[in-house]
Nanobody, 124 residues
C-alpha cells in the first residue's frame, strides 16, 4: 500500500500561482510514475500531468500546458505541481496518483494509488 499526502491547495486570484506537493510513503517511490488529476463538480476526473519515475519525461493536458509544471524529488519521495497563471476554470479538487509502473499514463485506470485530494479555487 502506498499512501499519498497532498498539501498546498487553497484559494487564489486569477493570474496567481499555487504549488501543490504530494508526499508518498515507501521506498519504491523512485520506481513509480506519478500523475496529477483534477475533478470539478459534475465533471469526470481529468488528466493534468504525469512524470516518469526518473523525471525525464513529462506530459501535460492541453489545457494546462505552458502554465503548469510537474516535477519530482525522489530523495524526498515527493511530487510537485507548480501552477502559474491560474484561471477560474482550473478550479477543482486536485489529486496526486501513483502507478505500479515506471512509465507514464494519461488514464485514471492506470493509477493504483490516490491521494485524498486538495481543493484549488481560483477566483475572478
Amino acid at each position: 500500500q502506498v499512501q499519498l499526502v497532498e498539501s498546498g491547495g487553497g484559494l487564489v486570484q486569477a493570474g496567481g500561482s499555487l504549488s501543490l506537493s504530494c508526499a508518498a510513503s515507501g521506498r519504491t517511490f523512485s520506481s513509480r510514475a506519478m500523475g496529477w488529476f483534477r475533478q470539478a463538480p459534475g465533471k469526470e476526473r481529468e488528466f493534468v500531468a504525469t512524470i516518469s519515475s526518473f523525471g525525464g519525461r513529462t506530459y501535460y493536458s492541453d489545457s494546462v500546458k505552458g502554465r503548469f509544471t510537474i516535477s519530482r524529488d525522489n530523495a524526498k519521495n515527493t511530487v510537485y505541481l507548480q501552477m502559474n497563471s491560474l484561471k477560474p476554470e482550473d478550479t477543482a479538487v486536485y489529486y496526486c496518483a501513483a502507478r505500479d509502473s515506471n512509465w507514464d499514463s494519461f488514464e485514471v485506470k492506470g493509477y493504483a494509488y490516490w491521494g485524498q485530494g486538495t481543493q484549488v479555487t481560483v477566483s475572478s
